[in-house]
């Protein structure tokens, strides 16, 4: 493991797919206000090993007060000191499920640990090490325009229409799911919750993800043709109203950057190498991709799928690379590697790099909560409607 100031000058200039160099940071000069957060110049001087005694040491004096959740994308470095890893799903179950923890120490990224905020009891309080550890794609519905998209949809679309988002997305978001009847889905459930939605209402609006959306639709036996995006760059999303009254399914335009970088070429290339292998991708990817994989779902699908394969099994990966890259030395029986030659970990899961998990629990040892993740009580209250009602689905 390199320290945090050589990690951020390896990771912020390397990755393709992100636009991360127009973003990167003075690396020398500010080697503590990495990844837009700050935190004291020591951290930043500590060796692996030394992060790791301290890291190791504030776990065991803070016992079962700490509970360090890590999702699967997270580096070994901070999944080692993980009580448990999982997916979106797994991870908000867990979080609901521990209220004798005072400390939810979230190792992902900040929309899960919004969710685990709403989801855990009052007296609980979930830290993010590093508050600059946002995603890119649920960025990508800012919830003004989310608002407005609903507006201007009901002035053609008055009744028969639910909201539905992808875990990856704010709590004021969740939250307009709540109060307008809809719900939360993640990656694991998506089938399920759109099954549930289209039992109540006839059309969906779906964010932020339009790939998961397309490809959950289309599993559910829709017809691209029953599918509509909106835009929302352009007036209606860039769609006539015959259009918009046609559709069933409204996808919000946003994608995930890491999973855009795999392609059915990649694929084509993988079979013809290593023939009878079999292809498991995120269902974030595009749908030519989830079509010409063996299988698609989430994290904890392909963590699982992986694991449970027989010796011997190959297979080829399109998700994030620290997930691929734990599986494939965790499993030294089976070929695994991952379908983008051009590896690019979700630069914003990697923000929590080891400095931060102890500077956040070394403060918590000191009786200061720093980095907390508080979602307003208005907020959270309409946001857990709309993740309960996931949950009853599920
Ligand atoms: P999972 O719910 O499958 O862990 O996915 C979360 C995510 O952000 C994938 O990019
Ligand atoms: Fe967001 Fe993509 Fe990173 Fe997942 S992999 S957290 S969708 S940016």
């Known amino acids: 493991m390199k320290t945090i100031a050589e990690d951020a000058v390896i990771k912020e200039t390397t990755c393709p797919s992100q636009g991360l160099q127009e973003t990167a940071p003075p690396v020398v000069q500010t080697p503590v206000g990495l990844w837009g957060q700050t935190i004291p110049v020591e951290y930043a001087r500590l060796s692996p090993d030394e992060l790791d005694a301290r890291i190791a040491s504030s776990e065991a004096k803070l ?70 550890a946002g995603c890119s794609m649920a960025d ?6 989310v608002l407005d998209c609903w507006e201007d949809l009901r002035t053609v679309l008055p009744t028969g229409l639910l909201p539905i988002t992808y875990m990856n997305s704010t709590a004021a978001l969740k939250a307009f799911c709540g109060r307008y009847d809809g719900s939360v889905c993640t990656s694991s459930n998506a089938k399920a919750v759109l099954t549930w939605a289209f039992g109540k209402a006839e059309r969906i609006l779906f964010f932020p993800d339009q790939h998961l959306g397309r490809n959950t639709g289309l599993k559910l036996g829709l017809k691209l043709e029953d599918m509509a995006v909106w835009d929302p760059q352009l007036p209606m999303g860039g769609n006539s109203k015959e259009q918009l009254k046609r559709a069933r399914l409204i996808l919000w335009k946003g994608h995930c950057s890491v999973h855009l970088r795999f392609t059915a070429e990649q694929i084509k290339r993988a079979r013809e190498r290593y023939p009878g292998i079999k292809v498991i991708v995120h269902p974030e990817c595009t749908m030519e991709v989830v079509q010409d994989a063996d299988m698609d779902g989430s994290t904890e699908f392909i963590s699982k799928t992986i694991t449970q394969s027989p010796a011997g099994s190959k297979w080829a990966v399109g998700t994030e690379i620290n997930l691929v890259n734990r599986l494939s030395k965790e499993n030294p029986d089976k070929t695994i590697f991952c379908l983008d030659p051009i590896v690019c970990p979700c630069s914003t899961m990697y923000r929590i790099h080891p400095a931060y998990l102890a500077w956040a629990l070394e403060n918590l040892v000191a009786g200061v909560v720093v980095n907390q993740v508080s979602v307003d009580k208005e907020v959270a209250h309409w946001a857990r409607v709309a993740l309960d009602r996931m949950l009853s689905i599920t």
């Open 63 to 132: 016992g079962t007060r700490l509970l360090i959740l890590g999702h699967h994308y997270q580096r070994d470095e901070i999944i080692r000191f993980a009580d448990y890893r999982g997916d979106s799903f797994k991870l908000a179950q867990y979080a609901a499920s521990r209220p004798e923890a005072e400390f939810i120490v979230f190792c992902g990224v900040h929309f899960m640990a919004e969710s685990a905020d709403i989801l855990s009891a009052s007296n609980q309080k979930v830290i993010l090490p590093n508050m600059s």
């Open 140 to 145: 990508m519905a800012p919830t003004e325009e």
